[in-house]
């Protein structure tokens, strides 16, 4: 158990943990070397330790659910799963901290893994801006990237389910209140608006917990970027039932709040409305349905194609006899299709047939790895080797399963086995460097990232990496440059996007527009009237219907006006 000072800052997604965790970081806590970039929904950052987010979401997954959580299941964490990590954290023997709200869902956990050690800072929001924020924030990213949507996409459950929102904001927030009730000495509890109003966190902080964080660091809270407002169909979605529960909860926690503003009730603005466009895509509904009727035999048919449950995938295995096909199909097999069968009921189809194929025993490791059974992917990685199978790829490969299961001296042996082994291979150096950053060996760390730009100029995934770490290290100009000349020769989705971020880091209202400018060029041949109208066949709600397609179009509006 840790004897230095360690402080979670949650609170439920969009409530400000990511300004509030920037704020601490400005004044000293440490949060973490991984930590999430920015993006259009968070321009200054998330401030998420990467680590602890995956923590969180492999116990979600286990439990058979996701940071959607609403209650739905039960939540069953596994003994002692943070103590890796916190051990790894407080090496530095330096106060840290780690912001995430799915820490929210695992206060217990925390508080028995980290002791008297721990202090808890909670922001909280009211449940109706907390709602139109993720719904803004999903109805956009599904506007401006079309993607095809079913019944299991993420971002659509929200008007799938109307009340998912709501639902997932009582389990987080209910958590939190027992937890602040029964721990008053170890928490801190603010509301998001006392926070941008400028109440005095960090000197709050150090008075009652004892830490030692910078009081005259300059506040990040931009006003600018402060959304405080719901529109009404967050509340013509809800239940009479349900709102009662969530304003019993809200006033739970007001009365727990150390720091409120005089004014905690909800701004309510009535919808964007284009009903003309709106009458388009109710139009393209129509012929879509009227289109699908008439064939509705050959719809059906198809959709029993297209279903291929885990049995018909063991099937499907065992009757390959050909070792070529059966490195085919696993290659193939998407992760998440197999996550819940267990590996050894597939593996006894291939391992007895194959288990002196070098090639085949390759792709059940890469199978193993996608799946995060990083074990088992060691083992096949080292079974394949000993038949004779090896290139330098596969001592990276160990080397990052060994760096997921914090085996960080192993894994920077396989690191430098590789590299000895091809000395030209750029992927090597900057995977290599991300090791290194993990261990705060900094200037390591940016030597081997520039190692692997040396070799790969024209390595998008080099050049992401390294300019990221660049402006984590207060080297944003320069990674902007590196960007900018990277687009000048060769355009490349992933360095636009990296130089989107960047942008925005650098300046939000310029930051953004650039962002806008490069989706307006992506949409601007396609058809969008039609996706959305195809998307709105998924929405059996005509209240939740309606809502999401005043959003798509407000959000294609807001590209025209750019």
Not at 84 to 111: H, M, T
Request: net charge negative; glycine share 4%; aromatic share 10%.
């Amino acid at each position: 158990m840790p004897k230095i000072k360690v402080l979670i800052c949650t609170g439920f997604h969009r409530s400000a943990t990511s300004a509030t965790a920037n704020y601490l970081n400005n004044a000293g806590l440490d949060l973490g070397s991984n930590l999430m970039v920015g993006n259009i929904s968070n321009v200054k950052g998330h401030f998420e330790d990467w680590d602890a987010v995956l923590l969180h979401d492999e116990q979600l997954v286990d439990s058979t659910t996701s940071w959607q959580f609403h209650d739905e299941c039960e939540l069953s964490p596994e003994p002692n799963f943070l103590s890796g990590y916190i051990k790894q954290r407080s090496e530095q023997n330096l106060p840290w901290g780690v912001k995430d709200p799915r820490a929210c869902l695992f206060l217990n956990e925390w508080k028995k893994a980290l002791g008297d050690s721990g202090y808890y800072l909670f922001v909280v929001r009211h449940w109706s801006s907390c709602i139109e924020s993720l719904l803004h924030r999903h109805s956009r990213d599904l506007a401006y990237a079309l993607p095809e949507l079913d019944r299991d996409s993420i971002g659509a459950q929200f008007w799938i389910q109307p009340e998912l929102a709501a639902k997932m904001w009582l389990a987080y927030n209910k958590r939190l209140v027992k937890f602040a009730k029964e721990n008053s000495d170890l928490t801190l509890v603010v509301t998001q608006r006392a926070v941008f109003e400028g109440v005095p966190i960090i000197e709050t902080i150090n008075n009652k917990f004892g830490f030692d964080l910078d009081e005259n660091v300059e506040s990040p809270f931009d006003a600018s970027l402060f959304r405080d407002k719901a529109s009404k169909t967050v509340f013509s979605q809800l239940s009479r039932s349900l709102q009662v529960k969530l304003n019993a909860v809200w006033a739970e926690l007001l009365d727990l709040v150390t720091f409120k503003s005089d004014d905690e009730s909800p701004i309510i603005v009535a919808e964007f409305i284009d009903n003309e466009l709106s009458e388009l895509v109710t139009t393209q509904i129509e012929k879509i349905v009227v289109e699908s009727l008439s064939n509705v035999t050959e719809s059906v048919e198809t959709d029993k194609q297209s279903t291929v449950p885990y049995t018909k995938w063991q099937t499907d295995l065992s009757e390959l006899a050909e070792p070529a096909e059966v490195v085919s199909y696993l290659d193939k097999t998407p992760a998440k299709m197999i996550n819940e069968i267990e590996p050894n009921n597939w593996l006894a189809i291939v391992d007895g047939q194959f288990s002196l194929n070098g090639q085949v025993l390759l792709s059940i490791a890469k199978l193993s790895m996608r799946m995060k059974k990083y074990e088992l992917a060691i083992n096949y990685f080292q079974k394949a080797v000993s038949v004779g199978v090896y290139f330098p790829y596969v001592d990276m490969m160990i080397a990052q399963c060994k760096q997921a299961l914090e085996q960080c001296k192993e894994a920077e042996f396989f690191f430098n086995k590789a590299i000895k082994a091809n000395p030209n291979n750029p992927v090597f150096y900057t995977n290599y460097a991300k090791l290194l950053v993990t261990l705060r060996r900094t200037q390591e760390a940016k030597q081997q990232f520039e190692l692997g730009m040396k070799k790969g100029p024209n390595q998008p995934f080099c050049l992401v990496a390294y300019c990221d770490f660049l402006s984590k290290e207060s080297e944003l100009n320069k990674a902007i440059f590196i960007a900018e000349q990277f687009i000048i020769e060769k355009e490349h989705p992933s360095v636009q996007n990296l130089l989107a971020r960047l942008r925005l880091q650098q300046n939000a209202e310029s930051g953004k527009q650039y962002y806008r400018s490069q989706v307006a060029d992506k949409l601007k041949d396609k058809d969008t009237i039609d996706w959305l109208a195809k998307s709105c066949l998924l929405i059996d709600s005509s209240i939740a219907e309606q809502d999401f397609i005043n959003r798509c179009l407000g959000h294609w509006k807001l590209l025209n006006d750019k």
